[in-house]
């Protein structure tokens, strides 16, 4: 799959490649998770701003009594939300808090003017500013359409009806507004999610090519050096077997002086190609330097390694290509035991390659 394929995103913001778009959430879940808390924080505030206004205003009357508790529990939600989401670690619920959260703003606000017997233009304001509000929310914008357009027909249903003194014509610019507010608000949302999906492309091919050896496209020596960390940490911790191969093209600086560098690297490419294509997707294979390749082996032991070498070595040499004189490699072959350091191991599996390239080449030591 080429990169403008696999990148592509729909016209909802969001890459179609699901894998991609899951990378891409779980990549972004901690500035999610703390946006979405800080604003439901921000949110109960304002409720709760609203409500001390009240009772300065309304006292101890009868609404003031009917709209509280109410208002009480979307404060309460809101406190709950902000907590929540502050622990979550996987996105599919952080989108199901946020769905809930909007869903309670908009029958929250439903519910308070339910009690009123009559609305101003400020209720519309409102509606227009709650609207807002769920777009604000880091959610996927399916849903976010959904919520805020059932909210929209909801109040256009029954609570405009309270609205004194509207008028028709009033009535259906109104209705514009806010359907040209919801425009606006989708239109904005997709293009801000393309941007961070955008933004997020170019960071992971800028992370990939600086882990990517330039001339054979495997991974460098940097790369591989934090994998073998963190694998012999894994090892350590759990036990897991752990091999380490390396291997060296035979007489290449034979090649190299004799046809060029162009023809060398080509050699490499080719070699380069032939493990690819003999590997596990765990596997980390890098170019470890000049005409010098590393292989690490994940959960696999010495015997398994022995036999991968091996397989590799014959495809190698048997393998038909462009290049003028035929390549061949040697191979050294190391597991990690209890006691090994990164140094001690690739200490050890050198020595083993050096062994094998004063062995007579073309051949594989363990």
């Known amino acids: 799959m080429d990169n403008a394929q696999k990148y592509r995103i729909s016209l909802l913001g969001e890459f179609t490649d699901k894998p991609i778009e899951n990378e891409f959430l779980a990549d972004s879940l901690s500035g999610s998770t703390r946006i979405t808390a800080y604003i439901a924080l921000v949110f109960g505030a304002i409720l709760g701003l609203f409500l001390l206004n009240s009772y300065f205003v309304e006292g101890n009357t009868p609404l003031f009594l009917k709209t509280t508790p ?63 509000a769920i777009y604000l929310l880091p959610n996927k914008v ?56 955008k933004t997020f492309i170019a960071k992971r091919e800028i992370s990939r090519l600086s882990s990517k050896d330039p001339v054979t496209g495997v991974y460098n020596r940097k790369k591989f050096d934090e994998a073998l960390d963190e694998w012999i940490g894994f090892s350590k911790r759990y036990g897991n077997p752990l091999s380490l191969i390396l291997l060296d093209v035979d007489n290449f600086k034979e090649v190299n002086d004799t046809y060029g560098h162009i023809v060398g690297d080509s050699v490499l490419k080719s070699v380069a190609a032939t493990v690819s294509q003999s590997i596990r997707d765990t596997d980390v294979f890098a170019r470890w330097g000049g005409d010098e390749f590393a292989l690490l082996l994940p959960n696999t032991d010495i015997r398994q390694a022995e036999k991968l070498a091996e397989r590799i070595r014959k495809c190698i040499s048997s393998s038909s290509s462009d290049n003028p004189k035929d390549i061949t490699c040697s191979f050294g072959v190391a597991a990690y035991e209890e006691h090994d350091t990164k140094q001690s191991l690739l200490r050890k599996v050198d020595d083993l390659l050096l062994q094998a390239k004063t062995s007579g080449k073309n051949i594989v030591i363990s």
């Open 70 to 132: 109410i208002r009480l529990v979307f404060i309460s939600t809101s406190i709950a939300v902000y907590f929540i989401a502050k622990r979550i670690t996987e996105h599919k619920h952080l989108v199901y808090i946020i769905t809930f959260y909007q869903g309670m703003m908009a029958l929250i606000y439903l519910l308070t003017l339910k009690q009123y017997d009559s609305l101003n233009y400020f209720s519309v304001l409102a509606l227009m500013v709650i609207t807002l």
């Open 142 to 197: 399916i849903l976010s359409q959904i919520i805020a357009v059932i909210f929209s027909i909801v109040f256009f249903i029954f609570p405009i009806r309270k609205l004194e003194g509207l008028q028709p014509h009033e009535f259906y610019r109104i209705l514009a507004y806010q359907t040209i507010l919801l425009v606006y608000c989708n239109i904005n949302h997709c293009w801000a999610e393309r941007t961070k999906r």
